[in-house]
C-alpha cells in the first residue's frame, strides 16, 4: 500500500481481528479510493478489473492478491444496498493497528451492521464485546 497517495482502510474480518475480537479471517479486505488503483495495482502486478455485483455489494473496481500468507482483496467504490439504491460506503475514521490502517471500533461495528449478513452481525457482535 506504500503507493498509496490516499487514505485506505483494512474492512471486514481482518479489521475485527485487528481490533482484538476473535474471528476467522479467511482474507484481507482493503477499500482504496479510486485514484490510488493505478499505483496500488500496478505496484502489485494485478490487473484492473470492475467489480463482480452481488444482491448487497458492488464496486467499481475489484482485483484479489494472492501473494501474501492471505489472500488480499482490494476494492474501490465499494457501494452497499439500501433498499433500492446502491449508497457508496464512506469511512470516516482512521486508526493504525499493526502497521495497517483501520475504521474505529465504533465506525467498524456500524459498517458492519450495514452489510447485513449474518456472520458480519456476528462479528459486530464480538466486536462490541471485546471493546
Do not use: N, Q
Not at 475504521?103 to 461495528?109: D, G, V
Amino acid at each position: 500500500m506504500t503507493g498509496a497517495m490516499k487514505p485506505w482502510w483494512v474492512i471486514g474480518s481482518a479489521a475485527v481481528a485487528l481490533h482484538g475480537a476473535p474471528t476467522d479471517v479467511g482474507d484481507v479486505d482493503i477499500l482504496i479510493d479510486i485514484e490510488d488503483v493505478p499505483r496500488v495495482f500496478d505496484a502489485l502486478d494485478i490487473p484492473v478489473e470492475a467489480g463482480r455485483p452481488d444482491a448487497r455489494f458492488r464496486s467499481d473496481v475489484f482485483s484479489r492478491w494472492d501473494a501474501a500468507p492471505l489472500p488480499v482483496e482490494l476494492m474501490a467504490g465499494l457501494c452497499l444496498r439500501d433498499r433500492s439504491e446502491w449508497v457508496p460506503v464512506s469511512i470516516g475514521s482512521r486508526i493504525g493497528l499493526g502497521g495497517v490502517y483501520v475504521p474505529t471500533r465504533a465506525e467498524l461495528i456500524d459498517l458492519l451492521h450495514r452489510f447485513g449478513r449474518a456472520k458480519d452481525l456476528d462479528r459486530a457482535e464480538a466486536l462490541g464485546a471485546t471493546s
